[in-house]
């Protein structure tokens, strides 16, 4: 097997951390480069799909997994104009864990880093940040470089740096910009002292727009959607017109919505819905969020990501465990997860034009048949569970175990 330089993935979000966990399992040697101290980004995903959970049940550590914090969420409701609707259930699915697992991202990636220090083959450096590669004299990527100015040589670079890839662009693969017409403002509103949790709606539309509420105990993690660019007329407007339009739409919120003080409380995530034509390069290839951005609707970011990661794996461990040269086989990984990846981003766009678009525009003004149909024949939710739950082409480990830690 060979073992110097090791296969080098830039970003320790969910797709990194993941195939460094399959890439270190079948004995390969992996360094993950990671640019923050910790992996505390208060504004991450939560939702942690039946798809990915199986695949963690593949490898014998959902048991583990799910005695991280989480809530279990297995029954889709909306809040529309006033009325709650049940519109997607997941109980029926063929899994271990029929259910998304509302998991803290922190948690997710720190357990998925404990579970990699296992193997002695995976290397995780955190406060590392990759700004650029290098080539060797043929043109192939062969390693990257460090903000520090230290050079990193590679077997093989994963770009899994997220939706504002450096190495992406770096490695001049082409993206195609789908457009998103919304960007999104995170905050949290904690419950008061002294006071139950009062029942919000995961997801809430009203005429003043949409408000989407993730509980995680004592407090909610909230995103309101707004206009692509919208921001600065809110902001304008002040505090407290943020705050009064937020409890029109969700007045479960209304009790801890003191505690957010200024725009220093709100985040803005600016929405990209792209992908790139081609993933990968000699030397390079791209995963995640750094070959395809996903919007909002649905939550299937991470879930894609980890799809990305565990057929890279499935495709690339065995081969490069054995010394193989990876560049033949780059393009598989694309070839398997392109249909995956467009047909969800076809259905993101199609909830953008449908739901998202009139939201904004103020035009929603009575709920939509297929709403009503789903609300009242439960067997109909399961389509919606379904492809929520577990998505297109999903993927099952098969990348090896190494005999040295089976």
Known sequence: MKSDPPVIIVGGGPAGMVAGLLFARAGVPVTILEKHADFLRDFRGDTVHPSTLELFDEIGLLEELLKEPHAAIDTMTLHLLGQQYTIATMKHLPVAARFVAMMPQWDLLDFIAGQGRRYPTFDLRMSTEATGLIY????????????????????????????????????????????????????????????????VALGTIDK?????????????????????????????????????????????????????????????????????????????????????????????GINLAVQDAVAAANILAARLAGGADPDP??????????????????????????????????????????????????????????????????????????????
Do not use: N
């Open 136 to 199: 060797d004299a043929g043109g192939r990527v062969s390693g990257v470089t460090l903000a520090s100015g230290e050079v990193l040589p590679a077997w093989l670079v994963i770009a899994a740096d997220g939706r504002r890839s450096v190495l992406r662009d770096a490695a001049e693969l082409p993206l195609e910009d789908l457009g998103a017409p919304m960007d999104v403002l995170w905050f949290r509103v904690p419950v008061p002292a002294g006071m139950d949790m009062p029942e």
């Open 208 to 300: 003043g727009g949409m408000v989407v509420a993730i509980p995680r105990g004592d407090y909610w993690q909230c995103a309101q959607i707004i206009g692509k660019g919208g921001f600065a007329p809110i902001e304008a407007e002040g505090i407290e017109a943020f705050r009064q339009r937020m409890i029109e739409i969700a007045p479960g919120l209304a009790a801890g919505t003191d505690a957010i003080k200024s725009f220093g409380d709100v985040k803005l995530l600016s929405v990209a819905l792209d992908r790139l034509t081609r993933w990968s390069r000699p030397g390079l290839l791209a995963i995640g969020d750094a070959a395809h951005a996903m919007s909002p609707v649905g939550g299937v």
């Open 329 to 406: 086989w780059l393009a598989r990984v694309q070839a398997r997860r392109w249909k995956p990846t467009v047909r969800m981003q076809a259905l993101q766009r199609f909830a953008h034009r449908r739901i998202i678009e009139p939201m904004l525009r103020g035009e929603i003004t009575r709920v939509p048949l297929a709403v009503h149909l789903l609300d009242r024949i439960p067997l109909l939710r399961r389509i919606p569970g379904r492809i929520l739950g577990l998505g297109f082409g999903r993927q099952h480990v098969q990348s090896p175990l190494a005999k040295d830690f089976s």
